[in-house]
């Protein structure tokens, strides 16, 4: 709610772009207080739009409804910019292992206990707002593969919004660069460290793709 009223001394509308809420109560915490915001500021427009997705995929979503803003398409279009990429963005990742899932309530320890039995390195996708494995793989540079493979499934030969997200390996993330953008149409590509947050629940050494396609 404070952070409306604040915005609200800048700003003729607001648009809040939240975690899924399969995964977090902050979108429904939104919605409250976005309710109790207009009564007491009527004149401020305010909407909240779950994006589906977490990390640099979100940060699409909200990257699209602030180029919308910018170029002077009022609230409503940056709403729709926002949905348009809530309905294609994607988000795959490899990670050392799944025991941060696991801890933070992700996945079920079951599943941690046996991949770690396995010694394998789990691949996961985040997509309408879960959090889902595509399968395990053997080695690290398998999952880079495996990575790269999804995104050409997904994406193909369009112009294409990349992502691309590190826990503390920022070489790694380099060298997936510059794969990705030898591989594919790239509109544009960005590289960024996991925040403290994301990190507890990916893991050290966790290397991950956001993307979508344009229409």
């Known amino acids: 709610l404070e952070a409306f009223r604040d915005l609200a001394q800048r700003a003729r509308a607001v648009l809040c772009v939240t975690l899924p809420a399969r995964l977090s109560s902050l979108y429904q915490t939104a919605r409250v207080a976005a309710d109790t ?14 994006s589906g997705t977490v990390a640099m995929a979100q940060g699409f979503v909200a990257l699209a409804a602030a180029r919308a803003a910018r170029a002077g398409e009022g609230l409503e279009g940056a709403v ?56 395990p793989v053997r080695s690290r540079a398998s999952g880079i593969e495996r990575m790269l493979n999804y995104m050409a499934e997904h ?39 996991l925040t403290p947050v994301m990190g507890m629940y990916a893991g050290p050494g966790a290397l991950g793709l956001a993307f979508y396609p344009e229409e």
Not at 37 to 45: Q, S, T, V
Not at 117 to 130: C, D, I, M, T
Not at 171 to 181: D, G, I, T, Y
């Open 37 to 50: 915001f207009r009564r007491e500021r009527p004149d401020i427009e305010v909407r909240v739009v779950d």
């Open 155 to 193: 994406a193909g030969q369009r112009p294409v919004h990349v992502g691309i997200m590190h826990g503390n390996v920022p070489q790694e993330a380099e060298r997936l660069r510059a794969r990705v953008l030898e591989r594919f149409r790239c509109v544009e590509v960005l590289v960024n460290e």
């Open 80 to 135: 729709q910019a926002a949905q348009a990429v809530v309905s294609r963005v994607r988000l795959v990742a490899v990670l050392d292992t799944v025991h941060y899932l696991a801890k933070g309530g992700r996945i079920a320890w079951t599943t941690a206990w046996v991949a770690s039995l396995l010694s394998v390195k789990p691949v996961v996708e985040v997509a309408q707002g879960e959090v889902r494995p595509t399968g």
